[in-house]
């Protein structure tokens, strides 16, 4: 019996075993687990991007009005990143556009209206992609006021920026996806990914977690989904059980 904490026996297999597939049944734990190996292990964003398309489809119909757009792009910063929460940064963000950025500001609200002003100048996808591209140089030069802030899904967040490269936003995103399906990209050597998303991949060691009653429910679409996550591996398949929340597909 391994008497090892869950932590420790979970960062043992992790680090152990490569190329390895963690896979987990919704994104919202795909971005938990993201935290939990301390960012160590990167999301496999698959080849769909829902996020931009949806920020695509928000510019289309909101073009020209900056606050709407900026409540866009706080949107789509909420799902490819963490840490440009409301109480941090968007909250502050959406009012200083609001107010077209003319109040005199200091530290972090000067940058914050430096942000801003790329999407007054520009209510448009081109504005937006200059904020992000601004955003990702801020992160890295001034960590003291945006060490918070890490970008999760580094691919759909450099996509939105390369939207400034067309004049249309929407054949932009057109063209990209057509890129990226003919790419055809493959997940880093270790990844986190939904179940969904890995559809078609294998990997040598697969660890599907967690296993229990939230996230695989006693029906048959959560056998299918159990299915399709367990004939990912090819070598080595790991799955995390609960002993509190019992998954109702496995006899324990």
């Not at 960062?11 to 993201?34: E, F, K, M």
């Not at 430096?114 to 007054?120: I, K």
């Not at 899904?153 to 004049?167: N, S």
């Not at 078609?200 to 679409?221: I, K, Y």
Request: aromatic share 6%; with cysteine.
């Amino acid at each position: 019996m391994d008497t090892r904490s869950p932590r420790q026996t979970e960062d043992a297999i992790v680090g152990a075993r490569s190329p390895l597939l963690i896979l987990a049944a919704h994104n919202a734990t795909v971005n938990a687990l993201r935290s939990f190996f301390n960012r160590r292990i990167p999301i496999w964003e698959g080849h769909t991007r829902d996020g931009l398309s949806a920020l695509v489809a928000h510019i289309q119909q909101n073009k020209g009005d900056p606050t709407a757009i900026a409540q866009g792009m706080v949107k789509f910063l909420s799902e490819v990143a963490v840490g440009f929460s409301p109480t941090a940064f968007s909250s502050e963000f959406l009012k200083e556009i609001a107010a077209g950025c003319s109040a005199r500001r200091r530290g972090k609200p000067a940058t914050l209206q430096e942000l801003g002003r790329y999407l007054l100048a520009q209510p448009d996808h081109h504005g937006v992609a200059a904020a992000l591209h601004r955003l990702e140089a801020l992160v890295r030069s001034n960590p003291a006021f945006f060490g918070s802030i890490h970008i999760d899904l580094r691919q759909e967040f450099h996509d939105a920026i390369r939207l400034r490269e067309f004049e249309d936003c929407e054949e932009g995103l057109s063209e990209i996806n057509r890129r990226r399906t003919h790419g055809r990209p493959s997940p880093p050597i270790r990844a986190i990914s939904t179940v969904h998303k890995a559809k078609g991949l294998e990997c040598d060691n697969v660890v599907l977690m967690p296993c229990d009653a939230r996230h695989f429910r006693d029906a048959d679409a959560s056998r299918c989904l159990l299915y399709v996550g367990m004939s990912r591996a090819m070598r080595t398949l790991t799955l995390v059980v609960s002993r509190t929340n019992t998954c109702p597909l496995f006899i324990i």
